[in-house]
């Protein structure tokens, strides 16, 4: 329920910029910048592309699929918020469609992953107004 | 060597300034009632009284960039006619050394003060949106900077075959060295390799005993002209090799999480000295956890990537050692107050060099080192 989340909600650097994630991780989508002028697709989020300065970006779709490259168990969270959730599993997903994006594993014990293992997409409904992107053993 | 590398050599840093004098509060938990200005102002007073000056001597100022550069000149009580703040997270030390010595070469100091400190209790709230608050924080980092630097760690195990047992060597070591240095916040605390692989996890790989701990301390350091340094009264430790490299703030960011920006800072180093790793006898290497030790060492060139595990099981690296690394606990030991901590490498590299490292004091000590 909504009024039980207690934790962190992503505060955005730029409304601007990066709504279009968030919005589509609400419709269970996920979708990353593309330079239209260099063709590079990044992560995260910003007014230009980080490799050809232009701002000429879109958003697009992408498959929801990737690797673990890698991974920490989290037993003493920044934010007491978390504690009850440990240990769990904070790692870098790279998409296969090349960018890496921060997140937590689901559906996986803590000593079953492995680096390089196939990963997918799973959208959570932390509340009624935001969704995390998270992922899961493909 | 060729004409042109000793022409542009000669246009360096190289040789043209020297460390003159050191200064440390003692590292501490929690130092009460003090504020980080304060502090500072302490190391100050003991780096210039340590190199036989007065304040007025000091007209140079370098320091936190996150400080007020006019309310710490006015706490130190001096009016240098250069300061600067250096932000540059751990390498902000020794980063602040090369600003130092850039700016004596350049005509606009004689005689600098570096300072660095921090008090817990003094710290601003941190607040606004970032990076970090927008794609990390609803996931749950672990506490400190851990996050990024487990992910380092487990990356380095995957891609080299690096354990866990290895990189306890690097802390134990260290707490060995530690035990010499009353100004240690773990001085009268030896943990072992056993003790280091016991102690709980904060976020695996890393453990407790691997990680540092948050201090309150301060240190300070003066340089001046290589053609006074002799005049002073402790062993001049002139600046042979400086270089940098500003990485991503962000280590998700990085292409390969497993080489740092320290391949390109040390090279550039050891090109403007003329000296290689093989030259060097010790070194003192940032170390806010075991891993980024042990990248550091290897992207500095003094073993092939991924070969620093073996290298630990084989050598000693304690003071008493044939390579000694951080030989006064680093700050797995010693504790982390703030910059100072990072700072410190540099004070402690200078301290060795001079002939004072009392009963840590390394057999070799004219080649050092050190890294933020």
């Given at each position: ?138 | ?138 996931y749950g980092p672990a ?38 240095n009353e100004n240690a ?29 948050p201090c309150d301390g ?155």
């Amino acid at each position: 329920m909504t009024t039980e989340y207690n934790k962190p909600l992503p505060r955005l650097v730029n409304e601007a910029v990066s709504r279009p994630f968030w919005d589509a991780a609400k419709r269970h989508e996920l979708v990353m910048p593309r330079c239209l002028n260099c063709s590079n697709m990044f992560f995260y989020p910003r007014e230009q592309c980080p490799n050809c300065y232009s701002d000429n970006t879109e958003w697009v779709p992408v498959s929801g699929k990737g690797r673990v490259y890698s991974y920490t168990v989290v037993y003493q969270p920044a934010n007491r918020a978390f504690q009850e959730e440990t240990p769990y599993i904070f790692a870098i997903v790279q998409l296969n469609e090349g960018p890496r994006i921060p997140t937590n594993l689901l559906e996986c014990e803590i000593d079953g992953v492995e680096l390089e293992m196939p990963v997918e997409v799973v959208f959570d409904d932390v509340t009624d107004d935001v969704t995390l992107v998270k992922f899961k053993p493909a | 060597m060729t004409l042109m590398d000793r022409r542009r050599r000669s246009d360096t840093l190289r040789g043209k300034v020297a460390i003159v004098g050191i200064g440390e509060v003692p590292t501490r938990r929690v130092i009460p009632d003090r504020t980080m200005y304060g502090l500072n102002a302490e190391a100050a007073k003991i780096a210039i009284a340590d190199a036989g000056l007065r304040k007025e001597d000091i007209n140079g100022l370098v320091t936190d960039g996150a400080a007020a550069l006019a309310t710490m000149a006015e706490y130190i009580g001096i009016r240098p006619t250069f300061a600067t703040g250096v932000s540059m997270q751990g390498a902000s030390g020794a980063s602040a050394t090369t600003v130092a010595a850039s700016a004596i070469n350049g005509g606009l100091a004689d005689t600098v003060l570096v300072v660095m400190g921090n008090s817990r209790l003094d710290r601003a709230v941190p607040g606004g949106a970032s990076v970090r608050s927008e794609w990390e924080e609803a996931y749950g980092p672990a506490a400190g900077a851990g996050t990024g630097y487990a992910q380092i760690y487990t990356r380095h195990m995957y891609e080299f075959g690096t354990t866990q047992e290895q990189m306890a060597i690097v802390a134990a070591n260290q707490r060995f060295n530690a035990q010499e240095n009353e100004n240690a916040v773990f001085h009268g605390q030896p943990a072992s390799k056993e003790d280091v692989l016991s102690s709980r996890y904060i976020n695996y790989p890393l453990r407790i005993l691997e990680s540092v701990m948050p201090c309150d301390g301060a240190a300070a350091l003066i340089m001046t002209r290589a053609d006074r340094a002799k005049s002073f009264p402790h062993r001049p430790v002139y600046l042979l090799g400086a270089g940098m490299e500003q990485s991503n703030a962000n280590i998700w960011q990085t292409d390969r999480i497993t080489t740092t920006p320290v391949k390109t800072s040390a090279a550039r180093a050891f090109q403007m000295s003329g000296y290689g790793p093989g030259d060097m006898q010790f070194a003192e290497f940032y170390d806010c956890y075991t891993i980024l030790v042990a990248v550091t060492l290897e992207d500095a060139g003094f073993v092939e990537k991924g070969e620093i595990g073996p290298f630990y099981e084989s050598t000693d690296t304690t003071y008493k050692g044939s390579f000694p690394i951080n030989t006064d606990g680093g700050q797995l030991s010693g504790g982390q107050p703030g910059l100072a901590g990072g700072f410190r490498h540099v004070i402690e590299g200078a301290r060795q060099i001079m002939g004072r490292g009392g009963g840590r004091q390394v057999a070799l000590n004219d080649l050092c080192m050190v890294n933020g």
